[in-house]
């Protein structure tokens, strides 16, 4: 009797656990792999005689160093910052009064117009890299971040403006009624009353639309050759691989410190992340 | 709030309201252009003339470097249809999608359930499961590639002390072989993804339903088969549809740990038409192979309004 009691106690208490530890080893041993190869010395790292979970020699940080003084890597990160913030900026910009127009307003083709925000949303980098990158070209941004800050917005704008438009319907209309009455223009009351109830969607879409940007891989790669313009995702996996040389260490303490800033918003926003994630892919 | 209320009916009944709500309508048409105009003509510069001019680059001989370049008519096609690489790259854009989306959905819907209830730190938990959906790709990869690697795989090593294999295996060096290991990793990074919005569509299932169900003398089975999935059925097909579209046209994760290799086995459209358009600077016969996308995409799309549409 007692043996099913510590069962059902055991049941109580780590029933919930269990089926999500394997999901948790999967999901985190990347990265426990990442931290002890980053910092292993490269006879300990080339060693497989014995378990290679842990170090047998003292841990060494000639792998960060060759990070941070034989290549381009903070400028990369720095770069990557920059086309983010600026990103986030240009895109908050230009979806806000698009969501709010195609949300409140009522204009012949607002139904086709939302339509065809949902669908340039669906149309991905592979489909435009090659043609976007004779346009950038022919715009003069040839080897530029500044080629990325005009052309990742097309990926940005679509999903934070489906986005906000979720939430600017979240509004009730009375309030913008009686600001109405009062004598407030349309972007008056757009300002004082639409704009500080939708923050948190703002946040969101702007954690998104960084988050997507400094994700990006295939324009950098398509559009920037010179080391010094590089993205972080493009930069750490192009410069430490050397001919047929990998400089796995510093690959791998690149990738982490990489992750960082993602990281680093993400574990402060993840209500905001998750509630973006299904509200984009479900309205 | 209340008082808000009271204020604007108390308006309303002393200034003709009719007037200024139209003074907010008249204009609309006109004033609303002026909110839409900078995210459309954005959109329109840099998604709708792209997609056009790659129309165009397909029909013509552009390369890489070359300023000049005319019309050629559908030469690029010919080749293409020619081209055994290019069917073997259709095959894996599917192999590669379906693959992946099947398997995510079988481990997803497993820990969608097991996230379904209230438990000390679950949203630990859940941040932790996201973590592979937010880290940039290109920046895991290299910790796959790396565990994949020919000689320090340290995968292998797992399985050959657990007796499982007995020789080193190529992860990504050996044709099928490779594809798996480039499906493992899209699976890795994309069942949180799975498991979110399967989530998002279990917790929308009224508890009341499935007590009544149980009542009724319904088991587990019947009951998600008959009380569960019809609920959850159009946020899970929307949801598949986005993770497909995404799988389909992917190109980093592949990029990343293969290139394509070995022997094409692993290229997708995307990667095959970076070879071709960029590495090997044909930009009319890459733009073409991009172009296979769009049937596809104008297909789940149709899909996907219809059906949202019918709910």
Same mark, same amino acid.
């Given at each position: 009797m007692s043996a099913g009691q510590s069962w059902r106690r055991i049941k109580r208490d780590y029933g919930p656990y269990l089926p999500l530890s394997p999901y948790l080893f999967v999901v985190l041993f990347p990265f426990y792999w990442m931290v002890i190869t980053a910092f292993k010395r490269d006879n300990d790292l080339y060693n497989l005689t014995t378990a290679p979970f842990w170090f047998k020699e003292p841990p060494t940080l000639s792998h960060l160093k060759l990070l941070l003084y034989d290549t381009l890597f903070l400028k990369w990160l720095q770069n990557s910052m920059v086309i983010g913030v600026l990103v986030v900026f240009v895109t908050l910009a230009l979806a806000l009064p698009a969501a709010y127009a195609l949300a409140r307003m009522k204009f012949p083709g607002a139904q086709p117009l939302s339509t065809a925000m949902f669908l340039s949303y669906l149309i991905p980098p592979t489909l435009l890299f090659l043609p976007l990158s004779q346009l950038v070209r022919g715009l003069g941004f040839t080897d530029s971040i500044w080629a990325l800050v005009l052309v990742y917005p097309s990926f940005t704008l679509p999903f934070c403006t489906w986005l906000l438009m979720g939430f600017v319907r979240t509004v009730p209309k009375e309030i913008e009624e009686s600001a109405q009455i009062d004598g407030c223009t349309r972007f008056q009351a757009f300002r004082m009353i639409i704009i500080p109830v939708i923050i948190p969607g703002i946040i969101t879409a702007g954690i998104f639309a960084f988050t997507l940007t400094y994700q990006e891989y295939i324009y950098a790669l398509t559009f920037i050759s010179a080391s010094a313009n590089k993205t972080i995702s493009y930069g750490v996996t192009s410069d430490l691989i050397r001919g047929d040389v990998f400089y796995w260490g510093s690959l791998m303490s690149g990738a982490l410190i990489g992750a960082i800033p993602v990281a680093v918003i993400y574990a402060f926003s993840l209500d905001h992340f998750i509630h973006g994630l299904t509200a984009g892919a479900l309205k | 709030m209340a008082n808000g209320r009271e204020f604007v009916d108390g308006a309303a009944v002393q200034t003709a309201p009719v007037v200024i709500q139209g003074s907010w309508s008249q204009r609309e048409a006109v004033q609303s252009f002026l909110w839409i105009a900078p995210a459309f003509l954005y959109l329109a510069f840099f998604i709708a003339y792209p997609f056009f001019m790659s129309m165009y680059l397909s029909v013509s001989n552009a390369r890489v470097g070359s300023p000049e370049h005319h019309f050629v008519g559908l030469i690029n096609y010919q080749r293409l249809f020619a081209d055994p690489v290019f069917w073997q790259t259709v095959r894996n854009s599917f192999v590669f999608t379906f693959g992946s989306e099947a398997i995510r959905l079988i481990i997803g819907l497993p820990l969608a359930f097991a996230l379904n209830r209230a438990f000390k730190g679950k949203r630990v938990v859940q941040g932790i499961i996201l973590i592979p959906f937010v880290i940039p790709i290109a920046l895991s990869s290299l910790a796959w590639k790396w565990m994949f690697d020919s000689l320090y795989s340290?995968?292998?090593?797992? $399985?050959? &002390?657990? *007796?499982?294999?007995?020789? !080193?295996?190529?992860?990504?060096?050996?044709?099928?072989?490779?594809?798996? #290991?480039?499906?493992?990793?899209?699976?890795?990074?994309?069942?949180?993804?799975?498991?979110?919005?399967?989530?998002?569509?279990?917790?929308?299932?009224?508890?009341?339903?499935?007590?009544?169900?149980?009542?009724?003398?319904?088991?587990? $089975?019947? &009951?998600? *088969?008959?009380?569960?999935? !019809?609920?959850?059925?159009?946020?899970?097909?929307?949801?598949?549809?986005? #993770?497909?579209?995404?799988?389909?046209?992917?190109?980093?994760?592949?990029?990343?740990?293969?290139?394509?290799?070995?022997?094409?086995?692993?290229?997708?459209?995307?990667?095959?038409?970076?070879?071709?358009?960029?590495?090997a600077g044909d930009i009319g016969m890459g733009a073409a192979i991009t172009l296979f996308i769009f049937p596809f995409l104008a297909a789940i799309v149709i899909v996907m309004l219809r059906f949202l549409r019918k709910e």
């Open positions: - | 340290v995968i292998n090593w797992m $399985l050959m &002390r657990a *007796h499982l294999i007995e020789y !080193p295996w190529q992860w990504l060096g050996e044709p099928g072989l490779a594809m798996w #290991s480039v499906i493992i990793m899209n699976v890795w990074r994309g069942f949180p993804f799975s498991a979110v919005i399967l989530l998002a569509a279990l917790t929308a299932v009224p508890q009341e339903i499935i007590e009544a169900a149980k009542i009724d003398g319904a088991g587990p $089975l019947r &009951r998600f *088969h008959y009380v569960v999935v !019809p609920i959850i059925r159009p946020i899970l097909f929307v949801g598949l549809l986005y #993770s497909i579209v995404f799988s389909f046209t992917d190109f980093s994760s592949v990029w990343l740990l293969t290139q394509g290799g070995p022997y094409n086995t692993t290229h997708v459209f995307g990667t095959y038409a970076y070879n071709i358009g960029i590495n």
